[in-house]
Structure formats: C-alpha cells, structure tokens
C-alpha cells in the first residue's frame, strides 16, 4: 500500500466521518483513527467575543496545562518518553535560589526524585519543589519570575 | 473602587459575580478546579487560575492557593459567593492580611454571628426574642436532661457549628434525648470538626423567614424586607419568596427592626441576613445569622431593584450605600424555584452526567440564573443545584400562574431534576394559599413519593 | 481488497447509518468505525410536560399526518403501492352528501381523477374533493363529521 | 372570559401569546405551516391544526383555513399577533361573522387608522401635528412637482398603503421626483396591489417616538408612555427602548396626550400604537398608527409592570382596563435588540438553517422572547428575528451596561446574526449618549461596512 492509498483512505474517513479504519493484507496492516466528537464543539462558530466594555487582557492568559499535578506522561508525538513536572501549587516560578544565581537545573542537567528544580513563591512562602522523577531534564517549560497555576507544566524530563 | 476582583467560587454565584462585575467595568480572575476546566462561564473571566483537582478540599476550599492566585493576578479584592469559604471569618482575615479584600463583614462580625451561642447573646442583649433553650454548651446528658425538662418536650439538639441540618435531632423524652445527643455529636465533629451542642424549645409548625440586611462603613444599614423560605426538605431550601405570604404586616414590620437591631449590635457591615422562625401570625424567634450573599438573594433584587453584589462591592470598595430605608419600596411578588439535578422519585439521589437538552422558559416577569447549558457535564463532585428560576410579577397570584407555565416550559433531559417536584408544589392548594411550614414538604412527601 | 470496495463498503454504511464493520477472508481484514451520534436528538427524554393549570384535551388531538396535501405515496411497510389522497384544507369529514345517505365511497370502491370521495366543510361551504387519482379504495381513514386538518390523510387508494 | 383562543401565528410572537394564555388558564389552539410542524412552542398548545404548506400565503395569510381552524376546534376568539394578517380589517370582519372574535381593534378603527390619508385627516381633526405634505394622493407628476416646490425641497415620496420602507424615496429637486415617482408607484403596486402615493415634507435628523395605547370598550383610554426605536436600518427597528433619551417632559407630555386624543377620535380600542417623528427637541408629528401589538411590546411591560398581552385578550373579552392613567408609573430604563438571523458583514443576508449552539444570556434584569432553541432549523420562508433579548434596569446607565454584558455573553453559532452589531452599536457614543436619529445607523454603517 503506497501513499496515495492511504491518502485516499484518508479522504475517505473524512468525507465519511469514519472513526477508524484497519485494513490486514497478508503482511501489510494500516490502521487510521480520528478523535471522536462529542456534542456541539464541532460545529465552527465565532468565538465567545472578546470582553469589550473595559481594557482587559484576554481570558485564560496563563497558558492552559493539560496534565494534572505531579509528573506524568507527556501525549504528544515527538515527546512521546518524555515526563512532565508539574506545578503542585499556585505562585511565582523562581528557576534560581536568588536573582543573579545559576538556575536549579536547564536543559540537559540529570536529576533524581529528591533533586529541588525550582522555587514556586506563594503568599510569600518560598517553596521548593523536587523533580519527583529520575531523568534528564529536556526543556524548561516554565519562565522565571512568571506566574503559574495548579497543574502547570513546568519541565519536560526524560525519564531514565 | 477595586480594579480587579477574584471570584473565589464556582458555578451560578461564579457568574452571578461575574455579570455584576462586568456591569461595573471591574476586571475579573476566576479560580477553577480541574474539574471545572471546560465551565463555560469561565470565558467571561478577564483571566482563569487553576487552583487544584476537583475535590473542594484541595481546590475550591483551599485558602492558600486562592489568596496565591489572587496575588499573581493582582486582584485587590476576593469575592467568596456562598459555600465554600464565604462564612470562614480565618479566611476574611487571610485575604485582608494579604492586601486582598474580603467582600464582605469584618471577621470579628463573622464570628460574633457565626457562631450560635453568641449570636443568641447578642439577640437578648439586642431584645430580639430567642427560641428558649440551653443558654450555652451542654455539659453534660444529664445537664441536658435537666433543660430539656425545663423547656418542655419536644427539644431540638442544634449543633453549634452547624448548617444545612447536620447535627440537628428532635427529641421528645429523655431517652431519646440521650441517644440523640451522642449521634449529633459525631456528626457535628465530623462535618465542623465542633462536637459543640445546645439544646432549643422545639417551635412546632414554624415559617422560616428571613431579613436581607445591608450596611455600609459609615452606619447606614438598610433592611430589604423578607424573604419566606418555608418551603424545605431536611432543612434544604427548595422555594423562596417575597414577600411572605405568611406574615402581618405588624409582625414583619417588627423582624425587619429586629435585625436591624442585631445588625447594628453586632458593627454588622456588607450584606447579611437574619433568619427567624415564625409561628403563627405573631410570635418569632431569631435562629441564626448568614454573613454572606445567599443563595436566594435574587429575589430580594426583584422586588426590590437592588442588585445585592454590586451592593456588596460598593460596601466593600468603601462606597456609601447610596439610598436610605425610605428609598426601598419593593413592588410585586418574586418566587424562586431551585432546580437541583436530583431525582425526587429515588430519594433526591444527586444525577450527574452531561445535559443532553436544556430548554429553560423566558418571556416576561422570568429571571434565570444559571451556569450550564446543552452539553453542560454535571460534576458528582459539587452542589446540585443547576439553575435558579425566578418569576417576578404584580400580585403572588399572578408570580404563581407565571412559575407553573415556566416550568411545564422547562425541559432538561436525561438529567433527572426538581422541576417534577416543582411543579406539583405550585398545584398544591396549600402552597397556593400560603398556608405552609417548614415541614409541610416532608410531611405531604412522606404521603406521596 | 481494493480501495473502490473500500469505498462501497462505506457508501453501505453511511447509507444504512452503520457503526461498524468487520470483515475477514483469509489473511485480508477490514474493520471500519463512524461515530456513535451522540448529541440532543438521540437521547431519550421525558417529555414536554402535561399542562396541569387547565383542563385540557392533549396537545395535537388530530393526528398529525406525516404527508403533504395531495395525493402520494405511502411509505410504510405494509402499504408500500398505496397512494393516500390528503386534505386540501382545514374543515370538517363528511362521508357522504347528507345524514343518512350512502358513502361517497368505501373500501373496494374504483375511482377516478374526477370522482368526488368526500366533503369538507369549512366556513359553511361544502367543498367536494376529487380522488385525484385511478384506483381502488383500500381504506378509509378519516372519520365523518371529524375534523380534518392540512396534509391530512383521508384514504388510501391501490392505484391502476 | 374566552374560553379557547387561536393563536395566528408563528415564532416568538406566537410563544408570547400562549404564555399569556396559560398564565390566564385559556385553552389554546396553535396553527402551523407544514415547515414549522417541528417547532417545539407548539407543544405548549393544548392543540394544534396544520393549515398548509410553508409559504405563508399558503399557511399564515390563508384567512379562510386559519378560520375553518378556529371553527373546528371551537375557539371563540383569535390573536393574530404582529405580521401577517394582523392589520386586515378584512379578516377582522371575518373572524366576527364567524363568531371568533379578533382580539385587536374594531375594523372600522382598522381602517381609518390603516390608510395614511385618512389618519393624517384624523390628527388634523384632532388638533395633533402631521408632517406638511400633500394632503391627499398625488394626481399627477405635474400635481407633484408644485406640491413639492410649495413645501419645499427635500420631500419624501410614501406609499399610502406602505409599511417598512417599500414605496419610500427622498427627493431634492425636480428631476429625482418624476424618476423616483415613477419607482414608487411600480413598488407600491407590487407591494401592496395599491400604487397610490402621497408627498411629505422630509423632516431632517428625526427621531421616531411611538406612544402605546390601550383602551377598553367602556371608554378608559391609557398611554403606557413612550418607546424610542430611532436605532433603524432601512427603517427597520433595530433597537427600541423606553423612556426615549431624546425627549424632554414637555414634548413627552405632548405626544402622549396627542396620542390619547387621536386614540379617542378613531374610537380605537384595544392595543395600539401611535407613531411620532420627533425633530429638534420640541417639534414632533404624528406620522401612523399601528393597529396592532407591536414586536417592541415588551419594552413597555418593563417599564409599567402592565401585560400586553393579557390586556388585548382582556379588553376583547369586554373586560374593563382594571387601571386608569394614574396608576401608570413607569420605573427604570427598559431597552430591546432583536436579534436577526442575518449577517451584518454581508448585506444583512438571511442566515437560515440550524442553531448548533444557542446559549442567550440571563441574571438580574434579563428577558429573552425566543422561540429557537439548539437544534432549531431556521427556515428562509419567515421573519429572520430569532430573539428579543431586553434589559430593565434602575437608570439608562445601568441597562446600557447590563446589555453590554449580556451581548457578550450571547453565543449563537453557526447562525450569522446581529448580535455582533449590537455589541458594536452599544459602544457608541452617539448611543450611549442617546444622540442619535433614524439614519444614524445607516450614515455609520456606510462608513464601517
């Protein structure tokens, strides 16, 4: 089965608003799925309006993390391994002890469960958070001095 | 006045506060728990902040975490709705500490009220009559013995921490007395972590009723008449109105200057309400007092025109009231139904899931108030409570006839609800002529379902 | 398999309104999937209430005929070759032209285009109404001196 | 009272007078087109009767069927709501000889009042000012030309037995009246099969002011004050709202009283409404009266607490009004949008088809008439109004921010509708101001469209 095959099997699950598609000969398999869609979301339609009546910055400013507290893994493709750390509280992301300091960790530093990564400022308790996971850290997700929510993810760590 | 508030709540009094500030032209942070993450009111808010996983206790009742979000948005002002923290005087002073003001009455006021016991002192100190009981903590089952025989059976064991019926029995000799004391005991430590009793004179066939109260910082405080809240199951407000259909105009001239009284005994400031019970046509008794915006507030506002949390927010801000007792002449009759998702056929078991069909009635003299919608997935985690309909009309004739079109209108499915019920109630010739108690519900329940 | 049997297998589905379908024949396996409907109009509800102010005959006491004015073709199962002549207006069935007197027609009875089945009364005129149609009257069913709406189906005819 | 009313009718309209209905305990017999067989207001009816297909000269302007229903399901009056047949006298006289009564005026006052002629010859009888004009049909162009050099130019054109627009042309000089003429005449006729046309002297910048009227058969005529619907788009309301920002009490006081005068003179019953041009802040003309209940209703029920609605049915009952003018005291601001199916960024261009997602605003303050609901199918063959979403609120300040909030929160898709413009219109300042006349909008959306 080439490319164009599956292109129009593709086409085909669109068009058809198939779910899945699984397909065996002898020694070839493909299987293709789409999301399932639940209620009126799929419907395209002018967004909720932006709040017109006085100066604001938009809703949801802080990005919204999909992954709950804790370090979890991570669903996209190209992270597929890796593990996320997340923020177990709401405060101020400080990725160094003090301004001017080297930060706790950055890409490529190796870290074990124990191993405190950053400082999360709130109600002016300044907490330090351990990785909870053994790995390297891949990317630092959080920016310092920036805010964070519940949940947030703050880096992503390749597991060892 | 504040440039930013955060609405430490969730659900219909999230976006009843919402839509006040939106109206002032005050941005808005918005808290929300995991569970809530697809709310779709929260797209009002000018900014959301996650505060934790969907139980309450790490999310919607965790006060570090608010007053943290609180400070990274830089609100300067928190409005705590009801529920949750609303009636936590550690948690006014936690916000205020922070620099973040607490919409609402000062704690000492919170606690004074807050708490049974002094709040009963307050009401003879104010000459407010109180139902005869214990005058204090029980000591002992034998101490309670003692009153209850004093007082007369039946006694009502009250739980000093107490709310929403935990920790309440009705005992009617000593046996059944000492039984009751230990059960209301363990409930009350569980639910308030207070084993703290007392014991009342049970009123029999009471109304429950009760003052909306306004004060602002310079010692203005305005009472907004009464709102009738008889109509209840366990001690569940399921129907509100205004104004009573059960009063004269003698005895409810005397509870709106009752809480007055307590009001200004107690420094009382922002909203608040006094909550009596009334039997017969003459005799009352102050109960208890609610330091924050109720969940039947609205209809105050309708019969009224005041709207109660830009009130609050004004009060808050520093603002004067802006009107005097004169100014209020409330005009018609307002109603509110709740409607919880429950099913009233399988023992108002609580039925959560997605709201597949959600056909609400409108038109003239209706007022809705709610935060979901079709697609709207009830959370098992919180209150069941889905909407609030309100009707707003010239005579209680009139307010009667509207609510029952609106609710043979209201169509919510599968979501099992109240309206069922609702609609019987506004059938029954004794809610009708107003003829009704706090027990009348339980009573013409036990007979039917 | 090919991607045109592919393709009718999901025309067969789409048209039939299909889950799902497995097939296997020796080492070849297709499985193929749409999405469960969800949404408003597939749950089971409990219906608009009975109107309880009032006392009340229920809502759409007439039957509501699934067909438009005219005559045209049953749909059912069982009446699949039978044409149902409708009504053009809104008034009251009359059988036959007075009290007493013999049906127009009945069950068995031929028609034509031009011959008069019935009468509908509304706003005192008497309005005969044509078959419409070539054929043998299967069924009556409109009942005389009821009520009749637009689209209502009057009989049913086998036509010639 | 009746025992059973038809409702001729569809949509929003039709909704509204079977909630009065209900509320009022009257049966209620509900037609339907075969395009709006599914609609869901018509299971409130007690019965429904199918009278043609989707086209409404088919269906809702097919007096003869909607009357063979009336007779079959035994109702002895009818309300034709606004649209449709609603202002013929003919069918009025109909529905009588049938022994239905017509909830609406007497024919004769239908009559005198529908034909632009002979209401201007009212008001000039009743000492009411009219707009200089022709005083009569135009002859001939020649006849024309001299009438507009006498009342000088710019003059407009109007159809006499016009209505939203069609048959109108403004002209300002000689050569665009003849040309122009010519198009109304042809207009007209195919309108309305009447090419008669008269000539008005253009009032420049007006404001359109409409007086409510209701007068029962004993003689009680009551004004319930003014609507302003000055927010127009090719004569189309678009927002209305009462009190009128533009008005000051004297001139208020006038058209009021002008009102009532021509109301007495035409020997008008029922509900109507008197429509004004308003110039400058004094100079006002009588312009024509609407025979009918109008789509703004509501904004009058707001503001005096009265029920249209109820009203009509009540004085076609032979009911006395149960008020007189002193018991009128209009309290707040009350404004209306409609909401329309169309999409303003495309020439206003119907948008029919499904509402996959209709989630309307609601709180403190809030009506919405709607008929539509998700998973309503809009069909191009009606009125593309799909809601009337109205705010009521203590002062004009605050409804203007209550609407504000409201449009925002308003989430309809993926229907194109006017909401969008609202939110716009809303934050002009020539709106806020209430600074604004009839071709404001037009001369706006010609600068942003």
């Known amino acids: 089965m080439d490319i164009e095959q599956v292109r129009e099997l593709v086409q085909l699950m669109v068009d058809n608003d198939l779910l899945s598609i699984s397909l065996r000969n002898g020694t070839e398999q493909i299987t293709l799925r789409r999301p399932e869609r639940t209620g009126p979301p799929h419907v395209s339609y002018e967004p909720m309006p932006a709040i017109h009546s006085m100066p604001v910055h938009p809703a949801s400013a802080l990005p919204l993390p999909p992954a709950p507290a804790g370090s979890k893994p991570v669903e996209t493709e190209a992270d597929a391994h890796l593990v996320a750390i997340t ?29 405190v990564v950053c400082i999360i400022e709130a109600m002016k308790v300044f907490n330090e958070i351990p990785a909870d996971v053994s790995g390297t850290i891949e990317k630092v997700l959080a920016v310092n001095e920036q805010p964070v929510e519940f949940g947030q993810r703050l880096f992503l760590v390749r597991p060892h | 006045m504040f440039e930013r508030i955060l609405i430490a709540n969730r659900g219909e009094i999230a976006l009843r506060v919402l839509r006040a500030c939106r109206e002032m032209g005050i941005e808005t942070v918005c808290v929300f728990s995991e569970e809530d993450r697809d709310a779709s009111y929260l797209k009002l808010a000018n900014r959301t902040v996650c505060i934790g996983p969907g139980a309450a206790r790490e999310s919607y009742l965790k006060s570090d975490r608010i007053i ?45 009220l807050g708490d049974k016991a002094s709040a009963r002192e307050l009401a003879k100190k104010s000459k407010v009559p109180t139902v005869p009981g214990s005058d204090g903590l029980i000591e002992s089952p034998d101490d309670a013995a003692a009153t209850a025989r004093k007082l007369g059976y ?26 009751f004391l230990e059960q209301s005991e363990r409930e009350s430590k569980a639910a308030f972590n207070d084993g ?29 008449h009464e709102r009738d809240c008889s109509m209840q199951r366990r001690y569940q407000k399921l129907i509100e109105e205004s104004p009573s259909p059960g009063l004269d105009a003698r005895t409810r001239d005397d509870l709106c200057k009752s809480a007055i009284r307590l009001c200004k005994a107690a420094g009382y400031t922002n909203a608040g309400t006094f909550e009596f019970l009334v039997a017969g046509k003459r005799e009352y008794y102050f109960i208890e007092a609610n330091t924050r915006i109720q969940v039947e507030h609205p209809v105050t506002e309708l019969v009224t025109g005041i709207d109660l949390i830009k009130t609050q927010i004004r009060i808050a801000a520093g603002e004067p009231l802006g009107f005097a007792q004169k100014d209020i002449k409330p005009v018609g009759a307002a109603i509110e139904c709740r409607i919880n998702a429950e099913d009233p056929a399988n023992g108002f078991r609580p039925s959560a899931g997605t709201i597949a069909r959600f056909r609400p009635p409108g038109g003239f003299g209706v007022r ?37 079109r609106c609710l043979d209108e209201f169509d919510v499915a599968p979501t099992k609800t109240t309206i069922g019920l609702h609609r019987q109630i506004f059938q029954m010739d004794a809610f009708v002529n107003g003829e009704f108690d706090t027990g009348f519900l339980e009573r013409t329940l036990a007979g039917n379902f």
Request: overall charge neutral; some cysteine; glycine content about 10%.
């Open chain 1, 87 to 115: 923020s177990p509280m709401v405060g101020t992301f400080y990725g160094s002890s003090h301004p001017g300091s080297p930060p706790f960790v950055h890409s490529g530093t190796a870290v074990t469960p124990d191993k």
């Open chain 2, 196 to 224: 703290g009793l007392y014991l009342e004179k049970y009123v029999e066939r009471p109304r429950h009723v009760e003052v909306q109260i306004v004060a602002d910082h310079s010692g203005h405080v305005v009472h907004l």
């Open chain 2, 154 to 179: 039946p006694v009502m064991i009250k739980a000093t921490a107490g709310g929403g019926g935990r920790g309440m029995r009705i005992a009617r000799n000593d046996a059944e007395l000492r039984t």
């Open chain 2, 368 to 404: 809705l108030d709610t935060h979901v919608h079709e697609g709207y997935r009830i959370s098992p985690k919180y209150d069941s409570m889905i909407a609030k309909l309100l009707v707003h009309r010239a005579t209680r004739e009139e307010a009667i006839a509207c609510m029952r």
């Open chain 2, 68 to 112: 943290a979000a609180a400070e990274i948005a830089n609100a300067d002002a928190l409005h705590p709705g009801y529920g949750f923290l609303a009636e936590s005087a550690a948690f006014a002073d936690k916000c205020r500490e922070s620099n973040i003001e607490f919409i609402g009455p000062t704690a000492e006021a919170m606690r004074q």
